[in-house]
């Protein structure tokens, strides 16, 4: 099936995108990498008269470390996070996720900034920036604004976004004695996650947890931050019990609903053991240091 008409535009800055957006309100989408926009319009589940392509605003792919964090521009691709250098050694959770999104053709074209504004509860991303502590950079012709990971991810679908903004900048923390783990259980590569967890630890000289973020994909309306599990972890050598007991608190956060990757009893009980097994594999990358 082949979308219905639209007026496609081209602008040249986010100011321009904005002002668009403004114009044609609800009638209008955003396009990035166009890997989920495209498939929903061509079955016609989304039907925008007017498309915005961002692809051609200059200054927004790029990536760079700014000491205390590392800066990804919104129209970064999947891939080029999965292959980056930089990234693998700063915040290598981020490489680990591109690499289980979807496959090589999806990971080429989509980006950054469409996959987080996309706010799909089974996607992998949101649930690692979640769990970072990632701030998103939000920009209209009206000025710019930076909205907390946690605050984001808002609904199903559903963002923190307005109408006229442009997600334009990703900021992920970084620093020496921060590790974190991605797992997904799914039924074949590249499909979505039945479970996916993201751990991130901060570690003291002791061996103890300075912090520690954990967030839930694929068991919500949306991701899900387990903040008692991070708070159980937060202070405490990640010990066996310690572990045990943050994922049993990591299920009983998560909210599965059944279908048919799964009963919610059975998505629970993964969210549980796949929770053990992201914060072991974190503290594992901290020990390897």
């Not at 964090?69 to 680990?96: F, K, N, T, Y």
């Not at 496959?103 to 992998?124: E, K, Q, Y």
């Given at each position: 099936?082949?979308?219905?008409?639209?007026?496609?535009?081209?602008?040249?800055?986010?100011?321009?995108?904005?002002?668009?957006?403004?114009?044609?309100?609800?009638?209008?989408?955003?396009?990035?990498?166009?890997?989920?926009?495209?498939?929903?319009?061509k079955l016609r589940l989304l039907s925008p008269s007017h498309l915005i392509d961002l692809g051609r605003i200059p200054g927004l792919s790029y990536i760079r470390d700014e000491g205390h964090?590392?800066?990804?521009?919104?129209?970064?691709?999947?891939?080029?996070?999965?292959?980056?250098?930089?990234?693998?050694?700063?915040?290598?959770?981020?490489?680990?996720?591109?690499?289980?999104?979807?496959?090589?053709?999806?990971?080429?074209?989509?980006?950054?900034?469409?996959?987080?504004?996309?706010?799909?509860?089974?996607?992998?991303?949101?649930?690692?920036?979640?769990?970072?502590?990632?701030?998103?950079?939000?920009?209209?012709?009206?000025?710019?604004?930076?909205?907390?990971?946690?605050?984001?991810?808002?609904?199903?679908?559903?963002?923190?976004?307005?109408?006229?903004?442009?997600?334009?900048?990703?900021?992920?923390?970084?620093?020496?004695?921060?590790?974190?783990?991605?797992?997904?259980?799914?039924?074949?590569?590249?499909?979505?996650?039945?479970?996916?967890?993201?751990?991130?630890?901060?570690?003291?000289?002791?061996?103890?947890?300075?912090?520690?973020?954990?967030?839930?994909?694929?068991?919500?309306?949306?991701?899900?931050k387990a903040a008692r599990a991070g708070e159980i972890l937060k202070g405490a050598k990640p010990d066996k019990n310690v572990i045990d007991r943050a994922s049993r608190a990591a299920a009983?956060?998560?909210?599965?609903?059944?279908?048919?990757?799964?009963?919610?009893?059975?998505?629970?009980?993964?969210?549980?053991?796949?929770?053990?097994?992201?914060i072991q594999a974190a503290v594992r990358r901290q020990a390897e240091r």
């Amino acid at each position: 099936m082949n979308p219905k008409p639209f007026e496609y535009h081209a602008p040249k800055s986010v100011a321009e995108a904005s002002s668009l957006a403004e114009k044609y309100g609800t009638d209008a989408k955003f396009l990035a990498g166009g890997q989920s926009l495209i498939p929903l319009m061509k079955l016609r589940l989304l039907s925008p008269s007017h498309l915005i392509d961002l692809g051609r605003i200059p200054g927004l792919s790029y990536i760079r470390d700014e000491g205390h964090d590392l800066a990804i521009g919104a129209l970064v691709r999947m891939g080029e996070i999965a292959r980056s250098d930089l990234v693998r050694r700063h915040c290598p959770i981020l490489s680990q996720c591109a690499h289980q999104i979807a496959d090589p053709l999806v990971r080429n074209m989509g980006t950054i900034g469409g996959n987080l504004s996309h706010a799909d509860p089974t996607n992998d991303m949101p649930a690692v920036m979640v769990a970072a502590g990632a701030s998103i950079v939000a920009a209209s012709g009206g000025g710019s604004r930076v909205i907390p990971a946690g605050d984001f991810f808002v609904d199903t679908f559903t963002t923190a976004l307005k109408g006229t903004e442009v997600l334009v900048e990703v900021k992920v923390p970084i620093g020496p004695t921060r590790r974190g783990a991605y797992l997904k259980l799914e039924r074949q590569a590249g499909d979505f996650g039945i479970v996916g967890v993201a751990a991130v630890l901060e570690m003291s000289s002791d061996g103890r947890c300075a912090a520690a973020g954990i967030a839930l994909t694929g068991v919500g309306p949306t991701v899900v931050k387990a903040a008692r599990a991070g708070e159980i972890l937060k202070g405490a050598k990640p010990d066996k019990n310690v572990i045990d007991r943050a994922s049993r608190a990591a299920a009983e956060e998560a909210q599965p609903s059944g279908d048919l990757r799964g009963s919610a009893e059975y998505k629970r009980a993964m969210v549980e053991t796949m929770t053990a097994r992201a914060i072991q594999a974190a503290v594992r990358r901290q020990a390897e240091r």
